[in-house]
């Protein structure tokens, strides 16, 4: 039960104050428009709050609070309204909200989609959202008949008197319950009487994706549009010098042709004009500092920081001193490459800056960062600035960034007219913010049981946050650049683990499931290291190290019982084993490989994950196979390569993606604990590389300690 001043200020974090007609810049629909003024009021309806918004005709508007990237935040976000709400599933529209911090995730503390938390940080107040405007709409029929609110309940869209069998369809209680107070207390329901959550549902924007209504941001048009290929210098850090331009501006099609500081930007009526134009410009570059700089220069600077620069993350009893000799000691060496996202659709963004102000069509993680840029570039307020979400071809962390909108309303205001900046694949490939890189040196003691008794991990590598939001590194440590390292759940006596801030220049940024995504896979595989030394099964090593962790003991087991641990597998083929606990989730799989002509075969891929309460079970379903896609990638092909400053791969014939022949059969468990939910879209992901590598070092007797996997 929540207090009526708790909810308002719950609710107020995200705009969700239940106050009547309370419209929070929620933009104007054709439901709203009818009252001639813009107002649902007029119009008889109903908007209790941010979310909500309810007309006598019937017609319901729920507001999605969150990019949809392909991970399901347009089903899930209705799925906790309409639950507490006891709505009809489907019997509404959807829109996307508007740049407004009024809609910013409690867990995250910003208008951001991103770290597997539209469900963890929304769960709640969401809920809430829901029973608070169900039982003003309950208030409304029990004034309406006489009668004490206990009296009533819902079903789906009707409020029921049990005693006489009277009944009223929400959209003839709206009118009357605009004008009631919100209630003192909310009362979410009980779990056994679930209707929605917890039910496999189909994604509400499947439809418009088959019939192509769906907006994506490659599909804005405004009307006299100019699409824009830039030429950015391909060096990090280097600036333009000079650039002739002549042939390029008598190109077909071509209609300007503007300086940047980092390149040069050619404006044609159709983008094909202008990528094409683009190659017509002869330009000469100052290339900085980083003109040098090559991947054997990188690991020189992370081997000689790794101490020099190290902090503590995490010290338990004797740290690094309870060391023992060399017998008893086994080392490794471990490193994990650059990252691109490559995201499906293309970056773009779309701007139109006007003496009114700026509009900008954008596939964005982050409107209100989006909103903030706009407004700084063009020189207005942030209220002058319209951001309109679209459908995102995928996300992974690159659409948190904003250099493609500053890009856009940057070419929008000099060119007088709206711009629509495209990148081309080796654009986006050359010109991303990284998976940062990371070498990382370990050592691990063994008591007389063949457990450890001390762990020491060393971490080299740059620092997202540093760039990101420097507050967020506190003592030198990176939180990002060492989660799933200093939090990992062994239980050993002496711990030491330390992190050194090694930028070489190349920038980096959110990665899907971000540290975890390599961590997982250092401290996974040099966990089996030890278990194979000290010949004990990898899953009763992990299961003795946990002791009594019941969460990830219990996807442990479960994920050893589907995939038959220990039993008779087809010749030539061996199971890994790994496990992480990442973005309140926990998750465990089984990998099942061989090796074929030299080069690693993923055959099945077992995985429980235990997220808590699982909303919509057919999304954490979908969920995994995608992890399971982007992290098999990452491990079988995924390097970024650095060469005089500059990225060799281009496209996907040299940093390839997994083609549909290597996917891998997938089996899921969800194990229900019964917690709180926790993130989907991330977790699957940090356990995939080290169970592959560890089921590949069964077969060989060699530990892979560097990604890509090369087995050469």
């Known amino acids: 039960m929540t207090t009526r001043r708790q909810f308002l200020k719950a609710s107020a974090a995200v705009g969700g104050g239940l106050l009547v007609g309370f419209r929070l810049g929620a933009p104007e629909t054709a439901m709203a428009a009818e009252g001639g003024d813009g107002s649902s009021e007029a119009a008889g309806g109903f908007q209790p709050n941010a979310w909500v918004e309810m007309h006598p005709d019937g017609r319901t508007m729920l507001t999605i609070s969150g990019s949809e990237m392909g991970q399901g935040a347009m089903t899930v976000i209705p799925m906790m309204i309409a639950e507490e709400l006891d709505l009809p599933w489907g019997a509404f529209d959807t829109r996307f909200a508007p740049a407004d911090e009024a809609y910013s995730n409690p867990a995250l503390g910003a208008q951001v989609t991103g770290g597997s938390a539209t469900v963890r940080g929304f769960y ?3 809920r809430e959202v829901g029973a608070a405007t169900r039982e003003m709409l309950m208030q409304a029929a029990a004034n309406r008949w006489g009668v004490p609110l206990s009296e009533l309940r819902t079903e789906p869209g009707v409020v029921l008197h049990v005693a006489t069998g009277r009944q009223a369809e929400y959209k003839t209680l709206v009118g009357d319950a605009a004008k009631l107070e919100p209630p003192e207390n909310v009362f979410t ?38 699409m824009a290929s830039v030429e950015r210098c391909p060096v990090f850090g280097g600036k333009l010098k000079s650039v002739q331009a002549g042939k390029a501006r008598k190109a077909a099609n071509v209609e300007d042709v503007i300086e940047l500081d980092y390149g040069v930007a050619v404006l044609a009526r159709d983008w094909w004009s202008a990528d094409q134009a683009r190659k017509k410009l002869w330009i000469e570059w100052d290339e900085g500092e980083l003109a040098d700089l090559d991947d054997e220069a ?14 503590p993350a995490r010290t338990e009893g004797r740290g690094a001193d309870a060391l023992g000799s060399e017998a008893n000691t086994l080392s490794a060496t471990y490193r994990v490459p650059y990252l691109a996202h490559t995201t499906m659709e293309p970056m773009n963004a779309t701007a139109s800056v006007t003496e009114a102000g700026v509009t900008v069509w954008v596939p964005t993680q982050a409107p209100g960062s989006v ?68 070498y990382n040196e370990l050592s691990a003691t063994l008591g007389d049981d063949g457990l450890p008794v001390a762990w020491v991990h060393r971490i080299a590598g740059p620092s997202i946050w540093s760039r ?10 990176d939180p990002a650049a060492v989660e799933g390292a200093a939090d990992h759940p062994y239980q050993i006596e002496n711990i030491a683990v330390s992190y050194a801030n090694v930028d070489p220049g190349i920038p980096v940024g959110f990665w899907r499931s971000v540290g975890h995504s390599h961590n997982a896979y250092i401290v996974e595989s040099f966990l089996d290291e030890l278990a194979r030394r000290a010949e004990i099964d990898p899953v009763e090593y992990r299961r003795r190290l946990l002791k009594d962790d019941s969460r990830h003991i219990g996807v442990l087991e479960r994920v050893a019982q589907m995939a038959g641990w220990g039993s008779d597998l087809p010749e030539g083929q061996a199971q890994g084993v790994a496990l992480a606990k990442s973005f309140g989730s ?17 055959h099945k891929v077992f995985c429980a994950i235990d997220c808590g309460i699982a909303v919509n079970p057919a999304g954490v379903e979908r969920q995994i196979h995608s992890a399971i896609a982007y992290g098999l990638t990452a491990a079988l092909s995924g390097k970024i390569t650095i060469k005089n400053g500059r990225v060799q791969e281009q496209n996907f014939h040299n940093y390839p993606a997994l083609s549909i022949d290597q996917m891998p059969e997938v089996e899921i468990s969800i194990v229900d604990s019964g917690q709180p939910p926790g993130g989907v879209g991330e977790p699957p992901l940090p356990p995939l590389a080290p169970a592959v590598v ?8 060699k530990p892979v300690r560097s990604l890509p996997i090369d087995l050469g």
């Not at 007219?417 to 081309?424: A, G």
């Open 124 to 126: 709640t107040t969401l």
């Open 586 to 602: 926990y998750c465990a799989e089984v990998a099942q490989v061989s090796i074929e002509n030299g080069k690693p075969r993923v």
């Open 468 to 477: 990101v939001a420097p507050g967020m590194v506190k003592d030198g440590i």
């Open 189 to 226: 329901k009980d779990r056994a009487d679930f209707r929605i959550i917890g039910k496999p549902m189909k994604r509400l924007d499947s439809p418009q994706k088959v019939n192509g209504q769906a907006q994506f941001g490659m599909d804005a048009r405004p009307g006299n549009v100019l």
């Open 371 to 438: 909103q903030q840029v706009a407004a700084e570039i063009a020189g207005v307020s942030p209220e002058q600035v319209t951001v309109h979400t679209t459908f995102l071809g995928g996300g992974f962390g690159r659409r948190f960034e904003t250099d493609f909108v500053r890009e856009a309303v940057t070419l929008s205001k000099q060119a007088g007219r709206p711009v629509k900046v495209i990148y081309s694949r080796p654009d986006d490939v050359q010109h991303d913010f990284y998976r940062p890189a990371a």
């Open 298 to 311: 990188i690991d020189a600077q992370f081997r000689a920081g790794v101490t020099k620069y190290a902090r």
């Open 694 to 701: 560890n089921a590949l070092a069964a077969l060989t007797g």
